[in-house]
């Protein structure tokens, strides 16, 4: 399978726990994208990296959040400490560059905090 | 002002009718374009980039105006398997090349 692929699709966490969420770009992809989808909402952008570098991560909330696209292995999104309202849906995205290049997206992984 | 906006629909058509979408954008440098089509519960999947001079693909048309800023989604011949939510998608350029802001998604439901 040579699209994004996201693990695990659903994960459940009890409140204060860590979440960590896994991202493999498409083939031929180095350019990776975490967005958010709560219940009812659109998608919000989060963090850009390339590998080894976060080049954006102005949509990313300030505290609890953290990302990483090492040089060898998936792109991580990691939630400290989780509260109910990380609930959601996160989507990661991969593309080719940035000029003009589409984004496709994985199946997404469903944090559920309890 | 949102980044992007959208009707949220629902738009609710019979089998063989003309929709048509549009959404609006607030950043005038705004530099690519896209639609894409989400079922409940599953992740945005591509449809077309929008260029400038417009494009088409079978039954989907899609536009670019500049000066009002906004792009629009025709879909022709609608059949029951284009009910999902469609999300328009902007890259704003300069220093926040390379993020998307999305619509909310207008809903379409195509009914037999």
């Known amino acids: 399978n040579a699209g994004v692929m996201q693990n695990p699709r659903h994960l459940v966490r009890r409140r204060g726990q860590e979440a960590r969420l896994r991202c493999s770009p498409m083939k031929g992809h180095s350019h990776v994208y975490w967005y958010r989808q709560l219940p009812e909402e659109g998608l919000k952008f989060m963090v850009y990296?390339?590998?080894?570098?976060?080049?954006?991560e102005s949509g990313m909330p300030k505290e609890r959040f953290s990302a990483e696209f090492p040089k060898e292995g998936p792109s991580i999104l990691r939630i400290q400490q989780v509260v109910r309202g990380d609930s959601a849906a996160y989507f990661c995205?991969?593309?080719?560059?940035?000029?003009?290049?589409?984004?496709?997206f994985g199946d997404g992984t469903r944090l559920s905090i309890l | 002002r949102k980044e992007v906006e959208q009707d949220p629909g629902p738009f609710n058509v019979p089998e063989g009718a003309t929709v048509a979408f549009n959404c609006t954008y607030s950043n005038s440098a705004s530099q690519s374009f896209f639609w894409y089509r989400q079922d409940c519960r599953k992740e945005p999947k591509l449809l077309m980039s929008?260029?400038?001079s417009g494009n088409e693909d079978g039954r989907f048309t899609a536009q670019l105006n500049r000066a009002s800023q906004y792009i629009s989604l025709l879909i022709r011949d609608s059949k029951l398997s284009d009910s999902a939510t469609y999300l328009c998608a902007v890259t704003p350029g300069g220093s926040t090349l390379g993020r998307l802001y999305f619509g909310r998604g207008t809903q379409l439901t195509v009914w037999p």
């Open positions: 990296l390339q590998k080894e570098n976060i080049i954006d």
């Open positions: 929008v260029y400038s």
């Open positions: 995205a991969s593309s080719g560059g940035t000029n003009n290049q589409p984004q496709h």
